[in-house]
């Protein structure tokens, strides 16, 4: 099994920052891709942000040039770093972590984990 644990979000006024933080535990994790992904009331959850195994990163066009996507390998821990923060950046924010681990009987097998959602208020 597979474990995320977010941190960070908070309220914040139009024009802040927030920095996210998403941890993942497990046996001898080996993580492929990192994103974060958010969902506000009415609308479908969207990739906001997300990186992968050789570091390339993709954004939506909402947040290119506001957020930063960042990995710290040894801590199996992903970042969202939100600068310039507006009022509908205000959502829920999941992320998502997938690779592979070895379960008890010493089997790798497949993880596509979501943390628990951290809640982001900008005010305006």
């Known amino acids: 099994q597979v474990q995320l644990v977010e941190s960070g979000g908070g309220l914040v006024q139009a024009g802040g920052s927030l920095r996210l933080s998403c941890a993942a535990s497990?046996?001898?994790?080996?993580?492929?891709?990192m994103g974060w992904y958010r969902q506000s009331p009415g609308k479908q959850r969207e990739l906001v942000a997300g990186i992968i195994r050789d570091d390339s990163t993709n954004y939506a066009d909402s947040v290119k040039g506001r957020f930063t996507i960042s990995r710290d390998n040894a801590k199996n821990t992903v970042y969202l770093q939100m600068n310039s923060l507006k009022p509908e950046d205000t959502a829920v924010y999941y992320c998502?972590?997938?690779?592979?681990?070895?379960?008890?009987?010493?089997?790798?097998?497949?993880?596509?984990?979501w943390g628990q959602g951290t809640q982001v208020t900008v005010s305006s």
């Open positions: 497990g046996r001898r994790l080996s993580i492929n891709a």
């Open positions: 998502n972590i997938r690779g592979t681990y070895y379960n008890l009987f010493l089997t790798e097998r497949d993880y596509d984990s």
